[in-house]
């Protein structure tokens, strides 16, 4: 029913909390595929250089630090674990990944306050509840 589960975390721990959830419902499933999606807003145009490629460096290291606790909390699942990192609004990158990699279940935190600010609030979860192509699992 759920071979293909998409996690999407922003370094909250409600995010954590949602991967540990994400990880057993795939051992139980025996999933086939398991993706981490790290989305994180656009770097505004105007701080101009060198400040933007500092402010993108910051942003994409936090990111791969995310994407590395995310693995961790994991752990072992029936399948390889696809990472992916993508700039732009969280909901819409979340509803556009599920769509593409055609995933049967989204499984992401209630809200989120991590790292990287904007990512998962409430709002976002509201709107991939009401946009995705697929089952929704919040975790509180």
């Known amino acids: 029913m759920f071979e293909k589960v998409l996690l999407a975390v922003d370094g909250?721990?409600?995010?954590?909390?949602?991967?540990?959830t994400a990880a057993d419902l795939a051992r139980t499933v025996n999933a086939k595929e398991f993706r981490i999606?790290?989305?994180?807003?656009l770097i505004p145009p105007y701080l101009g250089e060198?400040?933007?490629?500092?402010?993108?460096?910051?942003?994409?290291?936090?990111a791969?630090?995310?994407?590395?606790?995310?693995?961790?909390?994991?752990?072992?699942v029936p399948c390889e674990i696809h990472t992916e990192f993508i700039e732009g609004s969280p909901a819409e990158a979340i509803i556009d990944?599920?769509?593409?990699?055609?995933s049967d279940v989204i499984v992401i935190g209630s809200?989120?306050?991590?790292?990287?600010?904007?990512?998962?609030?409430?709002?976002?979860?509201q709107k991939v509840v009401a946009h995705a192509p697929?089952?929704?699992l919040i975790v509180r």
Request: aromatic share 4%; glycine share 8%.
């Open 12 to 20: 909250s721990e409600h995010a954590f909390h949602a991967a540990r």
């Open 37 to 41: 999606l790290v989305a994180y807003d």
């Open 50 to 62: 060198p400040n933007m490629q500092i402010a993108i460096d910051a942003r994409m290291e936090e």
């Open 64 to 76: 791969k630090a995310i994407m590395q606790k995310a693995i961790d909390v994991v752990g072992n």
């Open 97 to 102: 990944v599920a769509t593409t990699r055609k």
């Open 111 to 125: 809200r989120g306050h991590g790292t990287l600010v904007g990512l998962l609030l409430g709002s976002t979860s």
């Open 134 to 136: 697929c089952p929704v």
